[in-house]
Nanobody
Framework: QVQLVESGGGLVQAGGSLRLSCTASGRTFNRETVAWFRQAPGSEREFVAALFRGTSGIYYADSVKGRFTISRDNAKTTVYLQMNSLRPEDTGVYYC???????????????????WGQGTQVTVSS
């Protein structure tokens, strides 16, 4: 069983920055796919960014390309989502997700992930 814990959310003005963190209790991130999804009220959970099979590939939603950066620390204990130039439409609950068996075409589908964190709220005011 993998327990994921997100942190770093908060309230920020448009144009500001936040850095989200995701840790896995009692273990390091190895060759799994780790992704960030977000969900706004009344909307479906949507893909934001992913590290595919460790660091084999980095993928972003078009809506965040050039503004968000996903990364992993050298100790492989934390996956980050650096969010710059935030917009009100970035508001939502951000979730960290992990799966060890995904193929590349599946990383954008939230239903394919086995493990999820509890989420952290990000609110961007205009």
């Amino acid at each position: 069983q993998v327990q994921l814990v997100e942190s770093g959310g908060g309230l920020v003005q448009a144009g500001g920055s936040l850095r989200l963190s995701c840790t896995a209790s009692g273990r390091t991130f190895n060759r799994e796919t780790v992704a960030w999804f977000r969900q706004a009220p009344g909307s479906e959970r949507e893909f934001v960014a992913a590290l595919f099979r460790g660091t084999s590939g980095i993928y972003y939603a078009d809506s965040v390309k050039g503004r968000f950066t996903i990364s992993r620390d050298n100790a492989k204990t934390t996956v980050y989502l650096q969010m710059n130039s935030l917009r009100p439409e970035d508001t939502g609950v951000y979730y960290c997700a992990l799966d060890s068996r995904l193929i590349l075409s599946s990383i954008y589908d939230s239903r394919q992930y086995d493990y999820w964190g509890q989420g952290t709220q990000v609110t961007v005011s205009s």
